[in-house]
């Protein structure tokens, strides 16, 4: 059975700041995706990994993909306080989509 | 504009009775899902579909039951069988050609609330 796990489940950081936060899956799988999900809002795609390697960057945001390691990280560089939200991320298998936790980001000014 | 439509937004449920939510969407989507997700918490599968006429239970089915008779809908009733629906409720499709799935893209979303 797949299953994702996310940590942190819960991150306070100060604007500035660097993290990171990891995904970790269960079984093979190429394709993983991150969701971030403001409160009381529906889920908007952020990143779609396709291969092992992958690494694709929006902003502040970064997202990688070691699928040797069933590994992925978000990486938030500067962190703005726009930032704060839920992170979510997903993976493909056995013709469903599973997903993490979810991260609760928090940016203090 | 393509995308996938939830209806209602808000939804409140007497005890004991049965509600259908709405879900539609103009992606040419082959695969739509139905996630739950309780205050705080993650998104758990309750149904899924590759094929129209066809959908398999996730990890939370009981008290719930779908249909697929078009490409387009896929619409979610709760049960009175389902002890406790409050909870907000996600749809969401996908791309599915020869058993590779793309990116899934969500509705807006429907909060059910007992009363």
């Known amino acids: 059975e797949l299953k994702v796990e996310q940590n942190p489940l819960f991150l306070s950081m100060q604007e500035g700041k660097n993290y990171t936060i990891y995904c970790n899956y269960s079984?093979?799988?190429?394709?993983l995706y991150w969701y971030r999900q403001d409160p009381g809002k529906s889920l908007e795609s952020l990143f779609v990994?396709?291969?092992?390697?992958a690494v694709k960057q929006e902003g502040r945001l970064m997202a990688s993909l070691d699928t040797k390691a069933r590994l992925s990280t978000l990486h938030i560089t500067a962190a703005v306080h726009d930032l704060s939200a839920t992170y979510f991320c997903?993976?493909?298998?056995?013709?469903?989509?599973?997903f993490g936790q979810g991260t609760r980001l928090t940016i203090n000014p | 504009d393509g995308g996938i439509t939830q209806s209602p937004k808000y939804l409140f449920r007497k005890e004991g009775q049965n509600v259908t939510l709405s879900c539609e969407q103009n992606?040419?989507?082959?695969?739509m899902y139905w996630y739950r997700q309780d205050p705080g918490q993650g998104l758990r599968l309750i149904y899924y579909?590759?094929?129209?006429?066809?959908?398999q239970k996730g990890d939370i089915a009981e008290g719930y039951s779908v249909s697929r008779e078009k490409k387009e809908s896929f619409p979610l009733t709760v049960t009175s069988a389902q002890k406790n629906p409050t909870a907000f409720y996600l749809c969401a499709s996908s791309i599915d050609r020869t058993g590779v799935y793309t990116e899934a893209f969500f509705g807006q979303g429907t909060r059910l609330t007992v009363v």
């Open positions: 992606l040419n989507h082959d695969a």
């Open positions: 990994l396709l291969s092992n390697g």
């Open positions: 997903a993976v493909t298998g056995a013709q469903k989509l599973v």
């Open positions: 079984t093979t799988s190429d394709r």
């Open positions: 579909s590759q094929i129209v006429n066809d959908f």
